[in-house]
């Protein structure tokens, strides 16, 4: 069975109960130590997890680049992640925002010079939707696409946060110009959401849902477009329109 999602037996009503076997997502609950000290415990699916770990550590401002980690091991509940020696670890900013463990933070502005035809953001949400595998067989992950001329990448996780760090995570190995991307995802546009993509230099977030007024603030501050919305082909743009070529 494929370890993103599960079978079980459950009662399906419709014009009357019968029982039937289904799929659901799977999920656990996993700690991040780096460098012996534990950031936090995070309810994710359990795969691409180290694209998770090097994400969240890029987009949380841990890491600048792979070069500053020495090596990514796991266990059954955990996940150990060794700095180089220079790289220090502060872990007494940690805070909590929308059930999501983050740094407190300021604002870095996204310096870009992307344009993105809307054409191109209905075919790349469309997209998104044809290779969300998972969600399509359970109904109960988020996804996120990472797209830029060469790439479209692709991650799903029961956690919309750590959907956006393991796209993030895998366009880091890529070595993928931050810059010259946009990211393309399921779930709302709130705050913490929009500082991972300021961090490591993303101009553009489209997704079908709404944003919060203070992810709307964090995205104007930081010179990030935000798109929300998008169905049947029209969309919201709600910050820094100027990248989108209508």
């Not at 964090?218 to 070529?245: M, Q």
Request: net charge neutral; proline share 3%.
């Amino acid at each position: 069975m494929h370890k993103m999602f599960q079978k079980t037996r459950i009662v399906k009503v419709k014009h009357q109960a019968r029982e039937v076997e289904d799929l659901v997502a799977s999920d656990a609950k996993i700690k991040l130590v780096v460098n012996g000290k534990e950031l936090g415990k995070f309810y994710l699916s359990p795969s691409d997890l180290e694209d998770f770990a090097l994400g969240y550590l890029l987009d949380e401002r841990y890491i600048k680049s792979c070069e500053d980690v020495s090596a990514v091991k796991f266990s059954s509940e955990s996940i150990h992640v060794l700095l180089k020696e220079h790289e220090t670890m502060e872990t007494d900013d940690l805070a909590c925002y929308d059930g999501w463990v983050h740094r407190d933070q300021t604002i870095i502005p996204v310096i870009s010079n992307l344009k993105v035809k809307k054409e191109k953001i209905l075919q790349a949400y469309d997209l998104l939707i044809e290779k969300a595998e998972v969600w399509s067989k359970t109904g109960g992950t988020h996804v996120a696409a990472l797209v830029d001329e060469d790439h479209f990448i692709v991650r799903e996780d029961v956690s919309r946060h750590v959907a956006i760090d393991k796209v993030i995570g895998a366009g880091l190995k890529e070595g993928i110009d931050f810059s010259m991307s946009f990211l393309v995802c399921s779930g709302r546009i709130p705050p913490d959401r929009v500082v991972k993509l300021a961090n490591v230099g993303i101009p553009l977030m489209v997704t079908k849902a709404a944003p919060t007024m203070e992810g709307l603030k964090v995205g104007e501050k930081a010179g990030i477009t935000l798109v929300g919305f998008l169905r049947n082909g029209r969309f919201n743009i709600y910050t820094h329109p100027d990248r989108i070529v209508v």
